[in-house]
């Protein structure tokens, strides 16, 4: 049976996905003022469920499912970081409690 420290890092893998996911909204935005770097994770998602479906699973190894599940998780996982910055900052703009201007 693992341990607790063991499943908290791997919780704590994704956390930092998300995470990067919420800087790389805020980093765009203040750089550029608009949010367009969603549209690569979405492509990425896609590309790599499409790549899953392409690619069977074998434990022999040759295929690219799993690397294409990394993708897409990761992927998905930084959208939704990306997305609750995206919220963050539009309440922020709404109710003027200093978001991103």
């Known amino acids: 049976m693992p ?3 063991a499943d908290l ?22 750089a550029t003022g608009r949010f367009r770097l969603w ?7 896609i590309a790599g469920e499409v790549t ?12 690219y499912y ?4 990394i993708v897409m998780a990761g992927s998905l996982m930084c959208l939704g970081g990306y997305a609750a910055a995206l919220l963050c900052s539009y309440l922020g703009r ?3 409690i200093g978001g991103i201007k």
């Open 94 to 96: 709404r109710l003027n």
């Open 52 to 63: 899953m479906r392409l690619s069977p699973f074998t434990f022999q190894g040759g295929g």
């Open 39 to 45: 549209i690569l994770l979405v492509v990425l998602a």
């Open 9 to 30: 890092e791997r919780y704590m893998v994704w956390a930092l996905v998300v995470l990067a996911g919420a800087a790389i909204a805020f980093a765009e935005h203040r």
């Open 66 to 69: 799993m690397e294409a599940l």
């Open 3 to 5: 341990s607790v420290s």
